[in-house]
Nanobody
Framework: QVQLIESGGGMVQAGGSMTLSCAAS????????MGWFRQAPGKEREFVAA????????DFADSVKGRFSISRDNVKNTMSLQMNRLEPEDTAVYYC????????????????????WGQGTQVSVSS
């Protein structure tokens, strides 16, 4: 069982930046494929970004490409989401997710491949 704890959410003005972190425990972190998802009020949860076990492969939703970056530290057992040029449309609860099995290429954006989820952290972007 993997435990995930997100941190770093809050309020920011449009155009600003924010970094989210996810701390993992319970399994060897370097064996986990990791992802970020978000859910805005009244909307379904959607994919934001993902990173492979080694960190060599990353994937992003079209809506955040060029603005967000994802990284991981397999020594500190953490994953980060750097969010730049934030927009009001980025307002949502952001969730960290982990997969302990192999993630097939092209499926990192599929919520169904992730077995473990954090409780989420709120990000609010004002215009």
């Amino acid at each position: 069982q993997v435990q995930l704890i997100e941190s770093g959410g809050g309020m920011v003005q449009a155009g600003g930046s924010m970094t989210l972190s996810c701390a993992a425990s319970g399994r060897r972190f370097s064996n986990l494929g990791m992802g970020w998802f978000r859910q805005a009020p009244g909307k379904e949860r959607e994919f934001v970004a993902a990173i492979s076990r080694s960190g060599r492969f990353t994937d992003f939703a079209d809506s955040v490409k060029g603005r967000f970056s994802i990284s991981r530290d397999n020594v500190k057992n953490t994953m980060s989401l750097q969010m730049n040029r934030l927009e009001p449309e980025d307002t949502a609860v952001y969730y960290c997710a982990a997969n302990a099995n192999a993630i097939l290429s092209g499926t990192y954006s599929d919520m169904g491949v992730y077995e473990s989820w954090g409780q989420g952290t709120q990000v609010s972007v004002s215009s």
